[in-house]
């Protein structure tokens, strides 16, 4: 019974429903992520390369002929993430043109040499290969000391193309008023946050999911606005020649 109520709670983490309304303190940024990923996930085929994968949680999303997955080789990352790949946080442990589509979610902010990251993802991408990229915009500081930086659509238009990539299609996750409320919720989420997985759940049932509910109304009667949003959503494509 426990283990059900863990395996619901973490699914509803990234794949929020109905549910995740109640006990997802990140319903709105989560829910967005997964809904652009999912439309654009006919796009990655073949062998796919997902960096800085964590526990992989949108493997099943891709018809991918072989899933890998790359983390930076710590301690903590071999204990705690499902990734196959570990590296030294310069070059890829892959041959040049090796894989057909790469995946990077939520991971960008986190590097601190952004220019020789997307370097690598070119090195290892074939000609004609599919990047998809996940970058939060809105978002406050996370995963601490090893948070690095926050990129307008026009700051990562720029340094993308730069790095030999085409820009196919650029989406922008939330913008409209949820934005407020999510980072509501992740202020109220620091501050009450323990290590029991069903005290979590609690506080966020009690406190945080009247925040979804208030957030998801507002939103469907107030306007959008496509300057304020939490996450931006890029595919790309390499070019042959940079």
Known sequence: MLKNIKNIFRKE????????????????????LYQNISNLSHYIKGDTLDIGC??????????????????????ENRKNKKSDYFYDGKSFPFHNTEFESVIVSQVFEH??????????????LKPGG????????????????????????FGLRHILEKSGF????????????RVIFQLLNGYIYKKTVTKNIYA???????????????????????????????????LLKKKTSV
């Not at 983490?13 to 967005?32: H, M, S, T, V």
């Not at 590097?111 to 290892?124: A, G, K, M, T, Y």
């Not at 970058?135 to 000391?145: A, K, M, R, S």
């Open 200 to 234: 979590n759940m609690f506080i966020t049932a009690f406190l945080m999911s009247p925040v979804n509910i208030v957030g998801e109304l507002f939103s469907k009667v107030l306007p959008k606005n496509e300057d304020l949003y939490l996450d931006n959503v890029i």
């Open 166 to 177: 085409e820009i196919v299609e650029h989406r922008k996750s939330v913008c409209d008023i």
């Open 54 to 75: 964590g526990q992989k949680p949108y493997e099943k999303l891709f018809n991918a002929s072989q899933y890998i997955g790359l983390e930076l080789d710590t301690f």
């Open 13 to 32: 983490q990234f794949f929020p429903g109905l549910l995740g309304l109640l006990i997802n303190p990140f319903y709105f940024a989560r829910k967005g």
């Open 111 to 124: 590097v601190f040499n952004p220019d020789s990251f997307l370097n690598e993802i070119h090195r290892v």
């Open 130 to 153: 599919t990047l998809l990229i996940t970058v939060p915009f809105v978002w406050d500081e996370h995963e601490q000391p090893h948070d690095f930086a926050r990129y307008t659509s």
